[in-house]
């Protein structure tokens, strides 16, 4: 799952981008595995991104919502 539309636009792409070229050996693992159907990128807005819960500072609300989403159980107090 992928926040960024560009990003996954440029992924699922079958040919090169001058502008990108320092992108594009990192994304043949990418772009091969969606070619052979065995992934699929989905968009997800970035309210819904679970890692942020682990990745960013966030609002006390947002962090306990993506911490349910990930069955995420908070005990005590931090």
């Given amino acids: ?3 960024n539309i560009p990003c ?3 992924a699922e ?3 090169s981008h001058q502008r990108m ?3 594009d050996i990192k994304y043949m693992f990418i772009r091969d595995l969606i ?3 065995e992934l699929k990128l989905k968009f997800l807005a970035s309210k819904e991104q679970p890692a ?8 006390k609300s947002q962090h306990r919502y993506l911490f349910e ?3 995420v159980r908070i ?3 931090c």
């Avoid at 942020?52 to 609002?59: I, Q, S, V």
Wanted: without cysteine; charged residues 50%.
């Fill in 13 to 15: 792409e079958p040919r």
């Fill in 69 to 71: 989403r990930l069955n």
């Fill in 21 to 23: 070229k320092h992108l």
């Fill in 1 to 3: 799952m992928e926040d």
């Fill in 52 to 59: 942020d819960a682990f990745t960013k500072g966030l609002p």
């Fill in 35 to 37: 070619k052979k159907r």
């Fill in 8 to 10: 996954i636009r440029y």
């Fill in 75 to 77: 005990e005590g107090k």
